[in-house]
């Protein structure tokens, strides 16, 4: 019997050990098949980089020839920085590297130098591009062309997409727009977690990008869907878990896919069976005790106003009236214009969500932290 843990906190190791999102990945797939780009939008840790993956293997699996390509953008703050990961993740894997390539790529590339390296994690060859800051625009259009002229169908998915607009040129949003309108064989998926960001740049008559793409969100995994798939594997390895206990979970955690996961993974780990409601608070108290030290470094930075706004959410589980006398009075905050001001800081820091249910503490352990902290 495989003893590996299938409830996975990283990464994509197969259909396996994804659970459900048949129809958003049908309908990903359905979407870049027929020509059409896709915007993909959820809150972090909800399993957009997991349906990616998944949408790239079902892809695959009909036909092999596609070539699938995902960057995550989120650690870059420029253009340059963009095209850096555009270009490994790209140059190397569309054709095998070898000297006689190499010399074509750079007839092809009149901006920079490709140079190849090696990875020294993996060993394999990689390709760099020597980029200029001033022809860093024509370096763009140039990756852009090299993936047209290949004629080969590709798929790129750039995860946190929004980054781009914090980028110091301006003009890169209708940059990109401006390429990727005349790429016939190469389809996009752009992801990212900042929802309102996200809408501003896809749905706002003002931007480049405005109705270019098919919007989809992403929500909770249906629970029942989420039991069986939990249950099963569980049951790989002799464990049982009643439903109304997986309920606990999926509930105390709003659905949200990440943190269940890692409860999930430690149930796993442990091996008790039946698992039971103090099982799980349990190895709730273990994460969150291992979590502590990150979430008072994160508390302590805060300003008295904030943390208690915090503080007031987090009891609270959700709060759809922020500004209401009644809440506002409940847990003694101040004026409205005070509340208002903090949460401005904990929403644009992501410590706290703007669900379409209203306010939530964005991390889930760090939730359940505040509680405690507020009963102690």
């Known amino acids: 019997m495989d003893d590996k843990n299938p409830f996975l906190i990283y990464g994509y190791q197969g259909p396996e050990y994804f659970c459900d999102r048949e129809d958003e990945t049908n309908a990903l797939c359905s979407a ?3 020509g059409r780009n896709v915007t993909l939008m959820s809150t972090r840790r909800m399993g957009k980089t997991g349906l990616i993956f998944n949408t ?13 390509f995902y960057i995550d953008i989120f650690s870059t703050n420029s253009l340059k920085g963009f095209i850096q990961l555009l270009a490994q993740a790209i140059l190397g894997q569309l054709d095998t590297i070898s000297e006689k ?3 074509r790529l750079s007839e092809f590339f009149k901006s920079c130098r490709p ?3 090696t990875d020294p994690f993996s060993g394999t060859p990689t390709v760099t591009l020597d980029i200029q800051p001033d022809q860093a625009e024509t370096t763009l259009k140039e990756i852009f062309a090299y993936l047209t002229h290949s004629g080969k169908e590709c798929v790129i998915a750039i995860d946190e997409f929004q980054q781009i607009s914090e980028y110091p040129e301006k003009g890169t949003e209708a940059l990109i727009r401006s390429y990727i309108q ?6 996009f998926i752009f992801s990212g977690s900042k929802r309102h960001i996200m809408n501003e740049m896809f749905s706002s008559p003002k931007r480049p990008f405005y109705q270019s793409t098919q919007k989809m969100n992403i929500d909770s995994i249906d629970q029942k869907k989420y039991y069986q798939f939990a249950a099963a594997h569980l049951k790989s ?3 049982t878990m009643p439903e109304e206990v997986f309920s606990k979970i999926y509930s ?5 896919t990440w943190y269940i996961q890692r409860v999930l993974n430690k149930i796993y780990e442990i091996g008790q069976s039946p698992v039971s409601e103090a099982n799980v608070d349990e190895v709730m108290r273990m994460i969150i005790n291992e979590e502590e030290y990150n979430f008072q470094k994160l508390y302590s930075m805060l300003t008295a106003n904030q943390q208690q706004l915090l503080q007031a959410v987090a009891a609270e589980g959700t709060v759809k009236a922020i500004n209401s006398s009644e809440f506002i009075q409940k847990y003694q905050l101040k004026a409205t214009s005070s509340v208002n001001r903090a949460l401005a800081y904990l929403l644009d820091n ?20 505040l509680r405690n902290k507020r009963l102690g």
């Open 32 to 34: 870049l098949t027929n």
């Open 56 to 68: 790239f293997h079902q892809l695959n699996e009909k036909e092999p020839s596609i070539k699938c």
């Open 101 to 103: 390539w190499l010399n």
């Open 115 to 117: 140079k190849i390296a």
């Open 182 to 187: 005349f790429m016939p064989n190469v389809h």
């Open 237 to 239: 390895k002799g464990i």
């Open 252 to 256: 105390s955690l709003y659905g949200h």
């Open 350 to 369: 992501e410590f706290i969500l703007d669900n379409l249910d209203g306010y939530q503490v964005y991390d889930r352990f760090m939730a359940l932290w």
